[in-house]
């Protein structure tokens, strides 16, 4: 059976702690254990049907990397630079991004979306998006009306909340990636 890929962009180590708690809780018979975009090849990841991609949030919504948000290590902009244009159809990728929303609350996990339309403008099917209920912020590109477009987390200021939220949703995105997975075989 083929499995479900986890790749992450990591600052601080946050964005990989978040990584490893959602293999966890798809466990090692359906998904492949996550690893850093900055240790892949654009082919590692594009031999998956089913994606799940974590981001930090960095800059004023900009993808993480570090020429453009300052990043220290390489991230998402450095990987993405590589990765070229190719076509995504018949992948479904759900994603997840971290951010702070008392201390920027004006952007508030605001890279998830850049993330998120660079994916989806290759013709990725994207599923995995989640409530605004519960966080309070200003604004986020992430939010379309009450929805962010895949699973926000604030460690810093919500951090008893994560492991509900990260159960809720991955039990929600996982019959959507097992699907894509089934019509791929």
């Not at 946050?14 to 492949?32: E, M, N, V």
């Not at 089913?50 to 450095?78: H, M, Q, R």
């Not at 989640?130 to 460690?155: C, H, K, N, P």
């Amino acid at each position: 059976m083929k499995k479900i890929g986890i790749f992450f962009g990591t600052e601080t180590g946050t964005t990989r702690l978040i990584a490893k708690k959602i293999y966890k809780l798809l466990g090692s018979d359906i998904a492949d254990k996550p690893i850093n975009v900055n240790r892949i090849t654009p082919e590692d990841m594009l031999k998956y049907d089913a994606l799940i991609l974590g981001t930090p949030s960095y800059g004023e919504g900009d993808i993480p990397g570090k020429g453009v948000s300052g990043c220290f290590e390489p991230n998402w902009g450095e990987f993405l630079a590589q990765f070229g244009s190719p076509d995504l159809s018949g992948k479904r990728i759900a994603m997840f991004g971290l951010g702070a929303q008392e201390r920027y609350s004006e952007r508030f996990a605001s890279s998830l979306m850049a993330l998120y339309q660079t994916f989806a403008m290759k013709g990725a099917t994207m599923v995995g998006d989640w409530s605004t209920e519960g966080y309070t912020f200003e604004y986020s590109a992430a939010a379309i009306v009450d929805r962010f477009v895949g699973l926000v987390i604030d460690q810093r200021t919500q951090g008893m909340l994560t492991d509900a939220r990260l159960e809720q949703w991955v039990e929600q995105i996982k019959p959507q990636l097992l699907e894509s997975l089934k019509s791929a075989a």
